[in-house]
């Protein structure tokens, strides 16, 4: 139970740095433009 409960916040974080990731890149385009 406690294995699969770690796994679904490590796959949260790794959610949320790919989110945070396109937003950042988001924001330079439209810095850029």
Same mark, same amino acid.
């Given at each position: 139970?406690? +294995?699969?409960?770690? %796994?679904? +916040?490590?796959?949260? #974080? %790794?959610?949320?740095?790919?989110?945070?990731?396109?937003?950042?890149?988001?924001?330079?385009? %439209? #810095? %850029?433009?």
């Amino acid at each position: 139970m406690n +294995e699969t409960k770690e %796994k679904v +916040e490590r796959g949260d #974080a %790794k959610v949320l740095l790919v989110f945070a990731g396109l937003l950042r890149e988001k924001k330079y385009s %439209k #810095a %850029k433009q």
